[in-house]
């Protein structure tokens, strides 16, 4: 079966701290990943892509994504964090027709 | 540039009571549209989805139905009601790498 799995629900950090969001799928043949991101009172948006080549995608305000294949992993990364990144963070997998979301990740920080 | 709108913003009607949420693309032709649910805590929730005029996937057994009728409206709707209907709607369109874009949702709460 199709998912999408996110296991950190909440996580607080300090400013400045690194950030390392989990997303595993299940997904049956070639998969397109995405990070979508919700700040408070504003429409999800679309935080980066993978969809082929480079394993290793930047998207913005200096985020970025790895697909590790073999782990089934697109985690999400911020070397450092400010306090306007307070959001809910979803990873989300699919193909041509449809897309799958995880439960998504609260994040907040610490100012 | 693409835009989508969806209406009304807020909703607040009875149980038992019909339901009509419309959804329009600008700027793009013969897009994927999806409707989803939003819960908190539970990620996306996607209840139906159309690659095109008068074809709709249904992904969610329920009390819902939905409707194209024109290449860029996408209209969700119920002829009752229920108390587990309320939450938080959003209709989304997709993108040429099967990315999606959503619109700014609208709150039904049935009372």
């Known amino acids: 079966a199709q998912s999408v799995s996110q296991h950190n629900h909440h996580v607080i950090l300090s400013e400045a701290a690194s950030l390392e969001l989990g997303c595993n799928y299940s997904?049956?043949?070639?998969?397109?990943l995405f990070w979508y991101v919700q700040y408070p009172g504003q429409h999800l948006q679309l935080l980066l892509k993978y969809f082929s080549g480079d394993p290793l995608v930047k998207g913005i305000k200096g985020f970025e994504a790895e697909f590790i294949k073999s782990k089934f992993s697109f985690n999400l990364r911020k070397p450092s964090v400010q306090w306007s990144d307070t959001a809910e963070y979803f990873c989300a997998a699919g193909g041509a027709s449809k897309i799958i979301f995880g439960s998504g990740t609260r994040l907040s920080i610490r100012p | 540039s693409q835009t989508i709108h969806q209406w009304p913003a807020t909703l607040v009607q009875p149980v038992g009571s019909p339901l009509s949420l419309e959804c329009t693309v600008e700027?793009?032709?013969?897009?994927?549209l999806y409707w989803y649910r939003q819960a908190a805590g539970r990620g996306l929730q996607l209840l139906f989805y159309s690659v095109g005029i008068g074809q709709i996937s249904s992904e969610v057994p329920q009390n819902l139905s939905a409707s194209r009728p024109q290449d860029r409206q996408f209209i969700l709707s119920s002829k009752k009601l229920l108390l587990s209907d309320s939450g938080f709607y959003l209709c989304?369109?997709?993108?040429?790498?099967?990315?999606?874009?959503f619109g700014p949702g609208t709150r039904l709460t049935v009372t």
């Open positions: 989304a369109w997709s993108g040429t790498e099967y990315e999606q874009y």
């Open positions: 997904y049956g043949g070639t998969v397109n």
């Open positions: 700027g793009t032709s013969n897009p994927n």
